[in-house]
């Protein structure tokens, strides 16, 4: 499977092999809805893709790897990399530097990681995003109110692994064909190939991360009537959630599912505060129509 190089929290990177085989191949496209990192889609066995998210930012991004060579990215990373004084163990390795418990390279890259926030606020480059993704905390895809990214420095830096994702990724996204949009979930204008496969992975109504604090109950609803719609009409569509998190369950969700065929996929998220140390259940589901 090829997963995003920049695995933010709430991509689907761990859960592919068990979602990708239950899309059905026989479709016009793709259709996700809350694409994010763009990996399931880009990883399905099929050739045409409409890729949309209300974050113009994570589309810009997608759309960024799929027109721009990986000589060219990384060649403008490693100017923004060298510029800011960052680590690089891609090239460096890990011997030259002491990671203290819990602190990692953050204590060498917080200077240089700051000054790039502050610069990249001031005049928005897609490049200096993408290093400010790959060294920040969780590579964590946030921005307050007034559209400055914020989040603090991370733990890593761009390491073999992270390269290699990198260079799979933007080579592997080339080979399909790809549309992006970027509008809300309840726009009509996204669901008007009846042939297509759409899937929804939308922010989890039960669980506190950052990028699912702006959903509430009203868009859960307004989602699930939508799907039923799309059912209605005969379209098909799959709808990753989770159903349990933190002692938490969606009621609302879990009663719904009971009309359509739900795969439950039962797995462990550590929790992305490095404080906490607990290891917390989810139940993960994929609920699909068809």
């Known amino acids: 499977m090829i997963v995003n190089p920049i695995s933010y929290p709430g991509n689907k990177n761990k859960l592919l092999s068990q979602i990708i085989p239950e899309l059905p191949n026989n479709c ?21 893709i409409l890729l949309n998210d209300i ?12 027109t721009t060579s990986f000589e060219n990215i990384i060649s403008q990373i490693e100017n923004i990399i060298f510029e800011y004084k960052l680590t690089y163990t891609y090239k460096e390795g890990k011997a030259n530097y002491i990671e203290l418990k819990h602190e990692g390279l953050s204590n060498y890259n917080r200077e240089g990681y700051q000054k790039l926030k502050n610069d990249y606020n001031k005049q928005n480059d897609i490049n200096k995003l993408i290093v400010l993704l790959i060294y920040g905390f969780n590579h964590y895809i946030r921005f307050n109110n007034d559209n400055q990214f914020n989040v603090p420095v991370g733990k890593v830096d ?10 799979l990724f933007v080579n592997h996204i080339k080979s399909k064909n790809i549309s992006f949009s970027n509008k809300d979930f309840r726009e009509q204008s996204l669901y008007q190939d009846k042939k297509a496969i759409y899937y929804f992975d939308p922010p989890y109504l039960i669980t506190n991360a950052p990028y699912n604090s702006n959903w509430n109950i009203d ?35 879990k009663e719904w599912s009971k009309k359509y065929t739900t795969l439950i996929l039962k ?11 607990n290891i917390t259940d989810t139940i993960e589901v994929l609920i699909k129509n068809y």
């Open 219 to 253: 868009d859960e609803k307004d989602l699930l009537n939508l799907l039923d719609d799309l059912n209605d009409k005969g379209i098909k569509f799959a709808l990753s959630n989770v159903i349990l998190s933190n002692g938490k369950e969606n009621t609302l969700l």
């Open 158 to 167: 761009l390491s073999s692994s992270i390269y290699k994702n990198l260079k």
């Open 28 to 48: 016009s496209q793709i259709v996700e809805i809350f694409c994010g990192s763009g990996v399931v889609s880009i990883n399905s066995n099929i050739d045409n």
């Open 267 to 277: 797995r462990q998220y550590r929790n992305a505060n490095y404080q906490k140390k």
């Open 55 to 66: 974050s113009i930012h994570a589309i810009d991004l997608l759309n960024y790897f799929y």
